[in-house]
């Protein structure tokens, strides 16, 4: 079992900047590839961005690439998320989730069997 947590998350004025954190706990951090969705009000969860297991393959979706960078650091067991240019279609619920390695990174929600609670972000016009 895997354990994760979020955290960061906030207010912003639009074209601000967050960075969102994730601990997992439970398996070897190293051994997992991690990834960050997001939910907007009536909206369908939807992928934002994918690490795999050592850091050699990310994926971003096209609405945050060069505004969103992932990082993750396995001595510390965490992933990072940081934001920057907020526009307020960002805001969303944010959620970490956890998935069995693999080279490349999966977009589906499906693919990812660990999941934080999910962490607000606010984007003010």
């Known amino acids: 079992q895997v354990q994760v947590v979020e955290s960061g998350g906030g207010l912003v004025q639009a074209g601000g900047s967050l960075r969102l954190s994730c601990a997992a706990s439970g398996r070897t951090f190293s051994n997992l590839n991690m990834a960050w969705f997001r939910q907007a009000p009536g909206k369908e969860r939807e992928f934002v961005v994918g690490l795999n297991w050592n850091g050699a393959r990310s994926d971003y979706t096209d609405s945050v690439k060069g505004r969103f960078t992932i990082s993750r650091d396995n001595a510390k067991n965490m992933v990072y998320l940081a934001m920057s240019s907020l526009k307020p279609e960002d805001t969303a619920v944010y959620y970490c989730?956890?998935?069995?390695?693999?080279?490349?990174?999966?977009?589906?929600?499906?693919?990812?069997?660990?999941w934080g609670q999910g962490t607000q972000v606010t984007v003010s016009s």
């Open positions: 989730a956890a998935a069995t390695p693999s080279y490349t990174v999966s977009r589906g929600a499906g693919a990812y069997d660990y």
